[in-house]
């Protein structure tokens, strides 16, 4: 355990510190008595599980919330922070997870958006451009000033986010989950660019769940747990594994242990499937592919590959151009997607959002989503059998932050996750496909998904599970699909190695897979 | 099925809901549109009418006044001395009648909003069921009083049905906006209407050849009028028909696996699918149903008090679009969309030319008022996120006053 005490810091030393911070919606306590202190020129990571709090606090910190109890002070001076404007003139700036910017303007038009250059009453377009040129240059991150937001990477637009808050003088910056929108790529280039402004005197918070990433570019590490905080302590000598502890409250194993699996018959059987995408071009070119019972099979592959649209097709979301799906024996191809959950499909949608859940409705309301119209009598709803239900599953999968008739919106991300898987699974279905199960979870709520799908594979399902983690999909899967360009390039097993699958992902050919002709 | 992954301790119990306290419980009613809000809107609209007869040079409160005498609404309260009963029970008769159809109309935008869809043509499905009301009833004289009126109404909700449903086809099949159809729909039943009963038409009265009118619906196939005198329109039966439909709207809506997935699809059409529900066939449920609220809405008033239909009556009927003001200040909900009507329809008739005692105020200008409470209502409902943003500074500021303190965060 490499926790210590905080060396206690005098106040010209803190940059923000929060004292005593108490947050409550409704009955729901979100922050609870929080202490959190920043220094000057230190990127400081805040840790936590989904829904711990940690958006709420930093909300807060910014103005967008008000806090029932406790003070914020700012240099050591006690401040009120009302609005995002407020806590910019205190010098506070955030970077949320989905950017404020607008597509269809430039760069340096969204950069001065809010405080505009102007020149006999009418923008001045030169001088915003010449300030977006120097604040680029003055800070080391490159943007392009005339280049169309929509046109840029994502990466590309968090720096004009995280550029737009320098230019107001921020010299305490929040970020907000930044790594969870980017590639690995991007997240070093962004790791790049924190360490430099961190050198140049500006204070970084950095809201996260990703334990590696703390490590690897904070200095020193708050957590949250359940809306207090835990501890506090310096990243050096710290490892993953207390990190994890701290984090979750018990031990975490970061990697599910799996007994070998037994396959039985085949359930999901994928016969020459071809499917095109939304702009007419084929998506998915003769993918052939069986599940059994009782066995986990991984469909691995660059995001874009083709994955999605087998899944939608399966699904019965998507029209199929030819080929064959049948479940468990029975012909779906071409089936609407009631035809085919009635066969004996769960499906955790890969976005929760868009899809797999109606956010406005309540827990209760979004686990009957697959099945409300079986236990409806006369056409009418079973509301008391839908209460019931829900919290049996709220406890026996774990959804935090609300009870059944709480609506799904007010949940944190990973908690509304929690409420897909337990719909999906509580279906019983004999083919079950995950797709992204894990997606933006914290590491306690991932051991949690892991341990379920694989006990559903050792009930028997037949398990489909499409992951871009490797990590993910080397530890849940008993054999690995390769996709690449919507196709079937190999098939492998989870002891392959990184360079293998990276190999076979990426369309080159490796000696320890076997390789599947099309 | 259980896993080693139970939490240490599990979260502190929580009651059903947020709102245990009374403030929780009134933060809830703001967020999902509760009653606050549409009050405040009210009051607003008010004030502001107030506002426009000052500028006319009147006095608001006594007119005002002079409106509130006309809705007859003072019957309900028994200080009201008796000399004023009989006139109030009257008008009150009158602001039921209009609350009748209004009740409806209001369904036929709401349900639709619900799903996700904006309903503009309750004017069309009104007019549809009137006529198609105002047929049955005037034909078939030797069917006795009771299927007669049954089938009457059948009609008219099966028409009206048809009509909405057309908008709902079109939405599920070719995608085209409901906005737009509903509208079109809304010309073509007017214009229908204006054919069938205009001089020369095939339904025009057959005892009056000179009067683009409909034939009366005889008697037996009229609707009981159970308050007042039927000679100077009593309250007719249709009021309890309207509640009933009510509660079906609320069971519906809030209890059927119907409601359900029309509301699944209005949050969330892409979830609603991918959970299994057909998209475009609940689009065509939702416009037929809300058509047959509006058909019946127009059968109620043709069996009920206007007997028949004449041309200019239906060019100049408004009461369909009432129907939108009606939803919408009553958030789409069952006992929400019945309190609006009954407001617009005491507006209406407080108004009106009939009701509304001259010498304070002009009816002919009145009834304008009625028109601009409800554009300042409509505008001001549309616009709740102002009006919350609003609510919130003006708290934030009064908070901010209190805390005067330094390093107070309470604000």
């Not at chain 1, 000033?145 to 840029?152: N, R, S």
């Not at chain 1, 599910?256 to 070119?285: F, G, M, N, Q």
């Not at chain 1, 989870?494 to 050919?509: I, K, Q």
């Not at chain 2, 007997?307 to 009606?326: C, E, H, K, W």
Request: hydrophobic share 45%; charged share 20%; glycine share 12%.
């Amino acid at each position: 355990m490499a926790s210590e005490t905080p060396r206690t810091a005098g106040a010209a030393e803190l940059a923000l510190e929060l004292r005593g911070i108490t947050k409550r919606f409704g009955a729901v306590t979100a922050n609870e008595g929080v202490d959190f202190q920043l220094r000057r020129g230190e990127i400081h990571a805040l840790l936590g599980e989904n829904g711990a709090g940690k958006s709420t606090l930093m909300n807060i910190v910014y103005g967008m919330a008000t806090p029932d109890e406790g003070e914020i002070l700012v240099g050591g001076t006690p401040v009120s922070v009302g609005s995002p404007r407020e806590a910019m003139a205190h010098g506070i700036g955030m970077v949320f997870q989905h950017f404020m910017l607008i597509p269809v303007m430039t760069v340096a038009e969204n950069l001065v958006l809010g405080d505009e250059p102007r020149k006999g009453g009418m923008l001045d377009l030169a001088g915003a451009r010449r300030r977006t040129a120097e604040l680029s240059e003055q800070h080391g991150l490159a943007v392009n000033p005339d280049a169309k937001v929509g046109d840029v990477t994502v990466g590309q637009q968090q720096r004009v986010e995280i550029l737009r808050a320098l230019d107001r003088g921020a010299k305490i910056l929040v970020l907000d989950e930044p790594t969870a929108v980017l590639t690995a790529q991007e997240t070093a280039e962004l790791i790049a660019v924190l360490r430099r402004l961190r050198d140049g005197g500006t204070s970084i918070v950095f809201i996260t769940h990703k334990l590696g990433e703390v490590l690897e570019v904070a200095d020193r590490v708050t957590v949250l747990r359940r809306g207090k905080t835990i501890e506090t302590f310096d990243t050096a000598g710290a490892d993953e594994v207390s990190l994890a502890r701290a984090m979750v409250g018990r031990d975490v194993v970061l990697r599910v242990d799996k007994a070998p699996s037994t396959p039985a018959e085949p359930v999901l059987e994928i016969e020459d499937l071809r499917v095109v995408d939304d702009r007419d071009l084929p998506a998915v070119d003769g993918v052939s592919l069986t599940v059994r019972a009782g066995e986990i099979v991984a469909l691995a592959g660059i995001d874009g590959n083709g994955q999605s649209e087998i899944v939608d097709a399966v699904a019965g979301l998507r029209p199929v151009t030819s080929g064959h799906v049948r479940i468990a024996g029975q012909d779906v191809t071409g089936r609407d997607p009631r035809e085919v959950r009635d066969a004996g499909l769960g499906h955790i949608a890969e976005d929760r959002h868009r899809r797999g859940l109606v956010l406005p409705f309540s827990i209760a309301e979004n686990l009957a989503l697959r099945d409300y119209h079986a236990s409806s009598r006369f056409g009418l709803l079973n509301p008391k059998r839908m209460l019931d239900r829900a919290r049996g599953l709220i406890g026996e999968f774990d959804v935090r932050g609300g009870s059944a008739a709480t609506p799904c919106s007010s949940l944190s991300g990973g908690n509304q996750q929690k409420v897909v898987v337990a719909r999906e699974i509580a279906g019983d279905p004999k083919v079950l496909i995950a797709a992204q199960p894990t997606r933006g979870l914290d590491v306690g709520a991932i051991e949690f998904v892991h341990r379920r799908l694989l006990a559903e594979r050792d009930k028997g399902r037949a398990i489909l599970l499409l992951s871009l983690e490797l990590d993910e999909v080397r530890s849940l899967a008993d054999r690995i699909l390769v996709i690449y360009n919507g196709r079937i390039v190999g098939e492998t097993t989870p002891d392959a190695s990184d360079e293998e699958l990276g190999l076979l992902m990426t369309g080159g050919s490796s000696a320890g897979a076997t390789g599947i002709a099309s | 099925m259980s896993t080693a992954a139970t939490p240490p301790t599990p979260p502190a119990a929580q009651p059903e809901g947020a709102g245990s306290t009374v403030s929780g419980r009134l933060a809830e009613a703001m967020r999902d549109g509760g009653p606050i809000l549409p009050l405040v809107t009210v009051l607003f609209a008010f004030i502001m009418g107030g506002l426009v007869v000052l500028a006319t040079g009147h006095d608001p409160f006594s007119t005002y006044k002079a409106i509130w005498d006309g809705t007859g609404l003072k019957w309900l309260f028994p200080w009201t001395p008796s000399a004023d009963r009989e006139l109030a029970a009257a008008n009150l008769q009158q602001t039921l009648i209009t609350t009748t159809p209004l009740i409806l109309l209001g369904f036929a935008v709401a349900y639709a909003f619900r799903a996700g869809l904006f309903n503009i043509g309750g004017q069309g499905q009104y007019t549809v069921g009137g006529v198609l009301a105002v047929w049955v009833g005037s034909s078939f004289e030797s069917m006795p009083g009771f299927p007669h009126i049954v089938l009457a109404i059948l009609a008219a909700v099966v028409g009206g049905a048809v009509w909405g449903g057309i908008a709902g086809l079109l939405r599920a099949t070719t995608g085209a906006n409901e906005v737009i159809t509903t509208i079109m729909l809304n010309w073509i039943a007017i214009w229908i209407a204006v054919y069938l009963f205009g001089l020369g038409g095939p339904l025009q009265s057959s005892t009056q050849p000179d009067i683009p009118v409909s034939n009366d619906v005889v008697e037996a196939a009229r609707l009981h009028v159970f308050w007042g005198d039927p000679e100077l329109q009593g309250l007719h039966i249709g009021i309890f028909i309207a509640l009933a439909a009510s509660v079906l709207f609320w069971v519906l809506l809030n209890r059927s696996t119907k409601g359900y997935e029309a509301r699944a699809v209005g949050l969330n059409p892409e979830a609603a699918r991918y959970g299994g529900i057909r998209v475009g066939w609940t689009y065509v449920l939702v416009m037929a149903l809300c058509g047959a609220f509006a058909g019946l809405a127009g059968s109620l008033d043709v069996l009920g008090w206007q007997f028949r239909i004449a041309t200019n009556d239906i060019q100049i009927s408004q009461l369909g679009f009432f129907g939108i003001a009606v939803a919408l200040l009553g958030r789409n909900t069952a006992v929400g969309t019945v309190l609006s009507a009954l407001l617009f329809g005491a507006l209406l008739t407080g108004t009106s030319v009939r009701n509304l005692d001259p010498a304070v105020f002009e009816p002919e200008m009145a009834q304008n008022l009625t028109f601009v409470i409800q554009g300042i209502v409509v505008l001001l409902i549309t616009t709740d996120v102002l009006l919350m943003q609003l609510w919130r500074r003006i708290k934030r500021g009064r908070r901010g006053d209190a805390a005067g303190e330094p390093g107070a965060v309470a604000a």
